[in-house]
């Protein structure tokens, strides 16, 4: 499928999202999906998610505020989607600060994420590599994740997505740089989270690897638009809600934003 048709068919389906992510997050996640065109349900109860899980299109993991009670509701929603056959996102944010974060991470990744996606230094740090991360923030760029990515990408059988100045994905054979953007969005707190869940939309109406570059060529797209007329971080984000949901199919005619290698 081309970005296009992708962006088109997520208009034209508008998926039901399930998004597990953290506090700071789910406001600014569910306004990107339905910017977007989907619906988003945040949703995170151990008691319901196996309830949810098979009636959503896609569902989303991010690691963000994590609780021992979250984590079991994380294991068995992922254990559904599985059974189900839902498509899902892993998000591993700041995985290797804590020896308890890194723990929960490697038990989902081994079980099976449709699509990783982190900042250079969390995709680093997945392939055992230091990093010079801080927290939630990248201190690697993305070059230098590229090749740790590759390698994670065919290791598990999914597709990697590194975002930063320029975003990489790969499936472990297929690579591609996606421009756009704006130097602003790491300004405002949630937008990588929110990118996640942009991919869940993606992913439940498209294959991982056109559902993670045509997310991240949306994202592209409307940091650039909302760049334009954007005074700061505050008003970006405005901005950004706006463009995300003026964004047609046309806007990606010829996978504008991508780059092949």
């Known amino acids: 499928?081309?970005?296009?048709?992708?962006?088109?068919?997520?208009?034209?389906?508008?998926?039901?999202?399930?998004?597990?992510?953290?506090?700071?997050?789910?406001?600014?996640?569910?306004?990107?999906?339905?910017?977007?065109?989907?619906?988003?349900?945040m949703v995170h109860a151990e008691a319901e998610v196996s309830d949810f899980v098979p009636v959503s299109g896609a569902l989303t993991i991010n690691i963000g505020t994590l609780s021992p009670a979250w984590v079991r509701a994380m294991q068995k929603a992922v254990d559904t989607a599985t059974a189900s056959d839902t498509a899902w996102v892993l998000d591993p944010v700041a995985h290797f600060a804590t020896p308890y974060r890194g723990q929960v991470v490697q038990d989902l990744i081994a079980r099976g994420p449709a699509i990783v996606r982190g900042n250079a230094s969390e995709i680093l740090a997945l392939s055992g590599t230091a990093t010079a991360g801080k927290g939630a923030d990248s201190g690697d760029s993305v070059a230098d994740a590229e090749s740790a990515a590759t390698t994670f990408a065919k290791a598990q059988g999914c597709v990697v997505a590194i975002t930063g100045q320029e975003d990489f994905v790969t499936d472990g054979t297929r690579k591609a740089h996606v421009a756009g953007g704006s130097e602003l969005m790491p300004k405002v707190t949630a937008m990588g989270c929110s990118l996640t869940a942009l991919m869940g939309?993606?992913?439940?109406?498209?294959?991982?690897?056109?559902?993670?570059?045509?997310?991240?060529?949306?994202?592209?797209?409307?940091?650039?638009?909302?760049?334009?007329?954007?005074?700061?971080?505050?008003?970006?984000?405005?901005?950004?809600?706006d463009a995300l949901s003026q964004t047609k199919p046309v806007n990606f005619a010829g996978d504008a934003l991508i780059q092949w290698h």
């Open 1 to 41: 499928m081309k970005t296009e048709d992708v962006v088109s068919a997520l208009h034209r389906q508008s998926p039901l999202v399930h998004c597990i992510t953290n506090y700071v997050a789910m406001n600014t996640a569910a306004n990107v999906l339905l910017a977007a065109g989907a619906s988003p349900a």
């Open 201 to 241: 939309a993606c992913v439940a109406v498209a294959p991982p690897f056109e559902a993670a570059l045509t997310a991240l060529s949306m994202f592209g797209y409307a940091g650039e638009r909302a760049a334009q007329t954007a005074n700061g971080p505050g008003s970006f984000q405005v901005a950004f809600l």
